[in-house]
């Protein structure tokens, strides 16, 4: 019995070793622990993946904040939380999209990065990158983008935080023109875009600290 468990244990850390490679070092145990359920169709429980990785010296990375750049214009009015209802949930694709922007640095100076993620999918439908956090410009490029790529239906709900990059005129325009319903949450709470912090979390930890950037 000892010796089959011994068996079982060394083929799934092939496994475990094959997707953490495949991870660039960067999944760890709940990570992993899906990619086997999800893909390879394997039913172990996560403590025996965490036990089997640092069996084998593996440690995934850990996830840092994102430093933020967006900033409040208080002269700005803002949008209801049309979204909270079905924040964390969509039905459909084009229902909700969530967007938020990021700054990262590299030899020639800050990244600014603009995503639109569709709730129902997780996919990102849209961004925008540049050397500058415009107000209103870098959103509503990724919008743009967002649009061409779904061509949603009016009434769509775009939340968003409360920086002047959604909060512009120019931004504000642009959602009516496209039929999009605004939304924003509460001021300062992180957590009211978590869809959107949780995919900056993913893309710092498992890309943009891997390696230095010399240029954007």
Not at 65 to 82: H, I
Not at 115 to 132: A, K, L, N, T
Not at 188 to 203: P, Q, R, V
Request: hydrophobic share 35%; glycine share 10%; proline share 4%.
């Amino acid at each position: 019995m000892a010796g089959s468990r011994a068996r079982e244990d060394a083929r799934l850390t092939e496994l475990i070793v094959q997707i953490y490679q495949d991870s660039r070092g960067t999944y760890g145990a709940p990570r992993i622990h899906a990619v086997l359920a999800l893909k390879c169709g394997i039913r172990c429980s996560q403590k025996r993946v965490a036990r089997l990785m640092r069996q084998s010296g593996l440690t995934g990375v850990h996830r840092r904040r994102l430093r933020g750049c967006t900033r409040r214009d208080p002269a700005r009015p803002s949008y209801p939380d049309a979204g909270a209802a079905g924040f964390h949930s969509a039905s459909a694709p084009n229902q909700l999209w969530v967007a938020d922007i990021t700054q990262h640095a590299t030899g020639e100076g800050w990244l600014y990065f603009a995503p639109v993620i569709d709730v129902f999918s997780r996919r990102v439908v849209g961004w925008s990158m540049g050397d500058v956090s415009d107000s209103g410009r870098r959103s509503s490029a990724a919008v743009n983008m967002a649009v061409s790529n779904r061509r949603p239906a009016p009434g769509l709900i775009h939340h968003s935080g409360h920086g002047s990059q959604y909060t512009s005129l120019a931004f504000s325009q642009r959602l009516q023109e496209a039929g999009i319903l605004g939304s924003m949450g509460s001021v300062g709470d992180a957590l009211d875009n978590a869809i959107a912090e949780s995919f900056f979390a993913t893309l710092q930890t498992e890309l943009l600290n891997q390696r230095y950037w010399p240029t954007r």
